[in-house]
């Protein structure tokens, strides 16, 4: 079983900024992308941000872009999310996802990761 875990989250002011981690544990794991997706009160859960470790390239939302950051380590299964010039709106509970196997993926779609984090509380406060 793998599991992933989230820390980082936390209460912020508009403006301010926030370092989301995620690590994954548990059987030998070997991860070909990992992601970061959010969910706030009554609206579903959207893609932040993602990245693939073969050639790494990074994937964003538009609504994010430019101003968070999606890094990480392969060799770890570990990815981090900088996030800068926070608003209000991106108050959410932000998940980790990671999918283990290449072929067909689709970096924003739910349906594309094989295991998901429990969540960690972002909060911006205007």
């Known amino acids: 079983q793998v599991q992933l875990a989230e820390s980082g989250g936390g209460l912020v002011q508009a403006g301010g900024s926030l370092r989301l981690s995620c690590a994954a544990s548990?059987?030998?794991?070997?991860?070909?992308?990992m992601g970061w997706f959010r969910q706030a009160p009554g609206k579903e859960r959207e893609f932040v941000a993602a990245?693939?470790?073969?050639?790494?390239?990074?994937y964003y939302a538009d609504s994010v872009k430019g101003r968070f950051t999606i890094s990480g380590d392969n060799a770890k299964n570990t990815v981090y999310l900088d996030m800068n010039s926070l608003k209000p709106e991106d108050t959410a509970v932000y998940s980790c996802?990671?999918?283990?196997?290449?072929?067909?993926?689709?970096?924003?779609?739910?349906?594309?990761?094989?295991?998901w984090g429990q969540g960690t509380q972002v909060t911006v406060s205007s």
């Open positions: 996802a990671a999918r283990s196997v290449g072929s067909v993926y689709i970096p924003s779609s739910v349906s594309t990761y094989d295991y």
């Open positions: 548990g059987r030998t794991f070997s991860s070909y992308a």
């Open positions: 990245i693939r470790w073969s050639g790494v390239r990074t």
